[in-house]
């Protein structure tokens, strides 16, 4: 198995980029596989980047970056999204994650509010929610690799996409 | 942060598979590698160690408490750091410098002498110094293999694998994004068809 970092560090930023896609395109939710549709929104600090040994990188701070313009002119002039701030929505709990697309090293992660009572069943509880948070996060991620390991099913997905960047809006 | 509240940032690694009676001999090799205390009389400049996750002055691990109820293990890592910042010896080396030359009624100290004075100061300082205290929680899921080291420096990280391997005598390789799909059940056959991937240009329409 090849497990060099940056051979397969577009695929990351790629799987991000999707995800923005995938979120505007289905009214804020992406299918989740075993888990059910997830919600997905992009908050406070959207950073693009181009790959290569020479990066540019654009980031965005807003309430809602994925809407601002300037995310926006990024993805049309080839960045993809290199780091985000995601507002996970699984049943009523509500998770927040800063996701690096190359590494997907999770930072300042936000947990629901805990229900358990005691130190030990508090870090259980705490636990149990990263397992989840890390179960969303990589079954998104196993979905958009399996979508994009085969042309017959990439192949609508990259043309919707393109139409995305370029005029602006997921139909 | 750490692990028992407010955010949690953090980095994984897949440790391999352990075996039967885990618990006692884990206790056993921690207890090996237990932290201990820096010895200000010492050179040392940073000593590293391993503590319970519940006392971070505790080094006794029992497998009542390093195990939790769902099969996680918990302990910590403790890095104990005493350095004597560079200005602030200097400070101090130029007034005892002072002091003596002014007392032996000479213009300044010959370099050997001043070389020796540092020493000198370093080791009083460092007597008067607390050494600035480091955790780094960590939560080694059994079942799984899983292992979460909560930070994502990547010093902290370098001696933490080190630390760890030479501890459980086990190797601990870094989740990335081909580990992720491995972890999650995606055959060999199709990871490594991702080599003949190209990555997309968004930006460019075929007409």
Redesign the interface.
């Known amino acids: 198995m090849d497990t060099s970092k940056e051979r397969f560090a577009y695929l990351g930023r790629e799987f991000l980029t999707w995800l923005w896609f995938e979120a505007e395109h289905n009214g804020g939710k992406v299918e989740g596989g075993e888990l059910g549709p997830i919600g997905v929104t992009f908050g406070q600090r959207l950073t693009l980047e181009t790959g290569g040994n020479v990066r540019e990188g654009s980031t965005v701070q807003a309430d809602a970056p994925a809407e601002a313009e300037e995310a926006r002119t990024a993805l049309r002039v080839g960045k993809k999204v290199a780091r985000a701030r995601l507002f996970l929505d699984v049943g009523e709990r509500q998770y927040q994650v800063s996701l690096d697309a190359e590494t997907l090293t999770f930072a300042n992660a936000k947990l629901p509010v805990l229900l358990g009572k005691g130190e030990s069943h508090a870090i259980d509880e705490r636990l149990a929610l990263l397992d989840e948070l890390e179960a969303v996060i990589d079954q998104l991620f196993v979905g958009f690799v399996n979508l994009r390991k085969s042309e017959a099913s990439w192949a609508p997905v990259r043309e919707a996409m393109r139409q995305w960047v370029v005029k602006g809006a997921a139909g | 942060m750490g692990?028992?509240s407010g955010?949690?940032?953090?980095?994984?690694f897949v440790a391999a598979p352990v075996t039967e009676g885990f618990e006692e001999r884990a206790c056993e090799q921690l207890a090996s590698k237990a932290f201990r205390e820096i010895d200000p009389g010492s050179e040392e400049e940073q000593v590293e160690g391993w503590v319970r996750f519940?006392d971070a002055f505790a080094a006794d691990f029992d497998p009542s408490t390093l195990v939790?109820?769902?099969g996680?293990v918990?302990f910590r890592l403790r890095t104990d750091t005493l350095k004597v910042p560079a200005g602030t010896l200097k400070a101090y080396v130029d007034q005892a410098a002072n002091l003596r030359c002014k007392a032996q009624g000479r213009e300044k100290l010959a370099k050997k002498e001043l070389d020796v004075l540092k020493l000198e100061m370093k080791k009083q300082l460092r007597l008067r110094s607390l050494p600035k205290l480091s955790l780094t929680d960590v939560?080694w899921n059994i079942q799984t293999g899983e292992v979460?080291m909560i930070s994502?420096s990547k010093s902290v990280a370098g001696r933490f694998v080190d630390l760890f391997e030479k501890t459980f005598e086990i190797s601990l390789r870094p989740?990335?994004?081909?580990?992720?799909?491995?972890?999650?059940?995606?055959s060999?056959e199709?990871?490594?068809?991702?080599?003949l991937?190209e990555?997309?240009?968004?930006?460019?329409?075929r007409e």
């Open positions: 692990l028992s955010t949690v940032s953090y980095l994984r519940d939790t109820p769902s996680n918990l939560v979460r994502t989740v990335g994004l081909l580990t992720v799909l491995w972890l999650r059940g995606m060999e199709d990871i490594d068809g991702l080599a991937v990555a997309e240009r968004f930006h460019l329409i």
